[in-house]
């Protein structure tokens, strides 16, 4: 007997769902998927609740007649300033009699542990939504990645937690309630798009996901599987259609059509000369330019975006090299030349474009790497399951996302390829 289950992402130009099958095996395969225009949204924030519930039902609706099936309940991602995190520890005692014998560690005190790091204050309009172990430490000793069956006197945990917007996240769920569908449950963007696109020894030598979204560009760093921090820059390609629609006195409709059409970021010397037509506006005879001039208008705007994203991965974490991957996502990740110019910016070779695996279809489309994060999503909460309170959890978060401690990370990461 096969499930369903469905992947929503409500991005700031697009939305995107994804419908994927899974077996008693536990094998996933995409049987439908869908991309329309978003409405009612500003730089990733719901504005119009009846605008975007519209474009969520149009998009899901699509999907649902690409697989034949009927949804009834989403999995969804949230990201860009409704989001942040911090790294947090917890520290506790494994015998609770207080004698302080060394015992075997179990369950109990992992889970004690981690609830002693979630005991961090967090703000009224805050809510956790992530709780991702980093590393246990056993008595001082650090670098496990699971403390059961170890013996000690005290355990230590570092975890990284993620918090979103109280407003935010009612929002995104009375989109989807209204649209007719179950939210069951809303996972960082960013985080949901490495399940689908960074590969394992990429997160073991430590890499960075930049997804380069309509209304913002956030930035996840990775190492040994666990998110080491996670950031928002409240800029993205809206920036760069509007640079194109102020310099060359068109619409942002307009603009946005010549940069998705023509537009580059990195030019080749073969590109120079392409010619690009520029529609007239008020009876105003159409303007010829070039693909040269063009990207003249885009790079220093991209450009602007990486230096910023890389400016917030050195200061916050004192981090110069890496021994992974830049991997780029989101609609930005599509314009020809963003992998040579980020090179540029990162000063690095290893820069890739992240496409999601073959699950399977006879159109695969969902692979580009702007649908990343509503593939991750479905991938991620695949195994899924409730736990005795109803609250949804992900089995893989605990079990392959513990990485080292943050404190250690610069001499981990040695250098770029």
């Known amino acids: 007997m096969s499930s369903f289950i469905v992947g929503l992402d409500i991005g700031t130009s697009f939305i995107r769902t994804v419908i994927g099958e899974m077996d008693e095996d536990k094998k996933l395969e995409v049987i439908g998927f869908a991309k329309r225009p978003s409405q009612g949204l500003r730089n990733g924030v719901i504005v119009n609740i ?10 899901v609706e699509e999907a649902e007649q690409s697989a034949g099936v009927e949804v009834t309940s989403v999995y969804t991602g949230i990201g860009g300033s409704q989001v942040e995190s911090i790294n947090s520890k917890g520290q506790i005692g494994v015998d609770q009699s207080g004698k ?3 015992l075997e560690i179990a369950k109990s005190a992992k889970d004690r542990a981690i609830e002693a790091a979630k ?5 009224l309009d805050k809510k956790l939504i992530h709780v991702i172990p980093q590393e246990y430490i056993i008595d001082g000793i650090s670098g496990y990645k699971n403390p059961i069956g170890m013996m000690g ?5 570092c975890v990284h937690l993620v918090t979103a917007s109280v407003t935010a996240l009612s929002n995104i769920s009375q989109c989807i309630t209204r649209a007719g569908y179950e939210r069951k449950f809303t996972m960082l963007k960013t985080l949901a798009a490495s399940y689908a696109c960074v590969h394992e020894d990429e997160m073991d030598l430590g890499s960075i996901l930049i997804d380069l979204g309509g209304g913002t560009t956030d930035v996840i760093v990775l190492n040994k599987g666990a ?3 996670t950031v928002s820059i409240p800029v993205g390609g809206n920036m760069v259609t509007n640079d194109i629609a102020v ?13 998705v059409e023509n537009g580059c970021c990195w030019i080749l010397g073969n590109e120079k000369e392409e010619e690009v037509i520029i529609p007239g506006v008020g ?38 090299k890496l021994s992974g991957s830049i991997v780029l996502t989101g609609g930005g990740s599509l314009m020809p030349g963003i992998v040579e110019l980020t090179q540029s910016v990162w000063n690095t070779s290893s820069v890739r474009v992240g496409l999601s695996p073959d699950l399977g279809g006879p159109d695969q489309t969902y692979r580009d790497s702007d649908y990343a994060t509503v593939v991750g999503l479905i991938l991620a909460n695949k195994d899924a399951e409730k736990d005795d309170k109803g609250k949804h959890k992900v089995k893989a978060q605990e079990a392959s996302r513990q990485g080292d401690k943050i404190s250690g990370i610069k001499n981990f990461l040695k250098k770029f390829f």
Do not use: W
Request: hydrophobic share 40%; with cysteine.
């Open 153 to 157: 006197v005290r355990l230590e945990v």
């Open 119 to 123: 005991a961090f204050p967090i703000p």
């Open 100 to 102: 302080n014998r060394p």
């Open 247 to 259: 310099v060359k006195g068109i619409s942002n409709a307009t603009a946005e059509k010549i940069k």
């Open 227 to 229: 998110p080491v921090f």
């Open 283 to 320: 009876g105003r005879a159409p303007e010829q330019t070039t693909r040269y001039e063009l990207c003249e208008i885009i790079q220093p705007r991209m450009e602007e975006i990486l230096t910023m994203a890389k400016k917030e991965v050195v200061h916050r974490s004192n981090l110069t």
């Open 50 to 59: 009846d605008a975007a519930m519209e474009a969520i039902k149009e998009t």
